[in-house]
């Protein structure tokens, strides 16, 4: 029941723009996108609750769709500093209580 | 404000030694969860502490690993007798008791080695 992640890796160039991709085969509660550099902790960057949403931090966004069981994470105009591993962390209320489980992962490399 | 410590930042013990990992969240933060992460694969969630009551363990490999947060504060987890799959970094994160859910904050992790 762990959600999928896709792509599992992405290079790209400096400037350039991709989207992260995270599916559940079950509706969502909420939705939350972390990064995770090697050898530090995961960062957190956003979290969206209701079908339907968008948010934004700079060049950085993020959607929830309305069925609840998928969300896209988008990079535009990638910097170096982006590189790392990304993260969903998806919500299911099952009887009252929060079930949370981390994404498979995208491993995301900016060059220069 | 503090932030989410972990201690000890690295432990390297042999098979079927014991080692305990300790967590203390920021202040406040009655949620704390355990992940681990083994090299290049998904961050797996073990545990979920509310307060001092396990809400959710689901993850917990097995018997060898015990959870505990004595009080609501700081909770450790202990590995007995660790195995060489028990390697990994092990992250505790803390959040606030609300619905809706708000943003995990993680700590530094804890790295585990067995030799």
């Known amino acids: 029941q762990q959600p999928v992640q896709s792509p599992q890796a992405v290079i790209l160039r400096e400037g350039e723009d991709a989207v992260i991709n995270c599916s559940s085969s079950?509706?969502?509660?909420?939705v939350h996108w972390y990064r995770q550099k090697h050898g530090e902790a995961p960062v957190f960057l956003m979290i969206?609750?209701?079908?339907?949403e968008q948010k934004g931090h700079e060049k950085i966004s993020a959607s929830f769709n309305e069925k609840k069981q998928q969300s896209s994470l988008y990079l535009t105009a990638s910097q170096l500093s982006y590189s790392g591993t990304y993260f969903c962390?998806?919500?299911?209320?099952?009887?009252?209580?929060?079930?949370?489980?981390f994404g498979t992962g995208t491993r995301l490399k900016v060059l220069a | 404000e503090a932030g989410v410590t972990q201690f000890p930042s690295h432990s390297v013990i042999e098979k079927g030694q014991t080692v305990t990992l300790r967590c203390d969240p920021i202040?406040?933060?009655?949620?704390l969860y355990w992940y681990r992460r083994v090299m290049g694969k998904e961050i797996k969630f073990l545990l979920h502490?509310?307060?001092?009551?396990?809400?959710?363990e689901s993850g917990m490999p097995n018997n060898r690993f015990l959870a505990e947060r004595t009080g609501g504060t700081y909770s450790t987890l202990k590995v007995q007798p660790a195995e060489l799959e028990d390697s990994g970094v092990y992250f505790c994160?803390?959040?606030?008791?609300?619905?809706?859910?708000?943003?995990?904050?993680f700590g530094p992790g804890t790295r585990l080695t067995v030799l």
């Open positions: 994160a803390s959040s606030l008791l609300a619905d809706p859910p708000t943003e995990q904050f």
């Open positions: 079950k509706a969502l509660y909420s």
């Open positions: 969206l609750l209701k079908g339907g």
């Open positions: 962390g998806t919500e299911r209320k099952t009887s009252g209580t929060y079930k949370y489980i």
């Open positions: 202040s406040g933060h009655d949620n």
């Open positions: 502490f509310v307060k001092e009551s396990k809400q959710d």
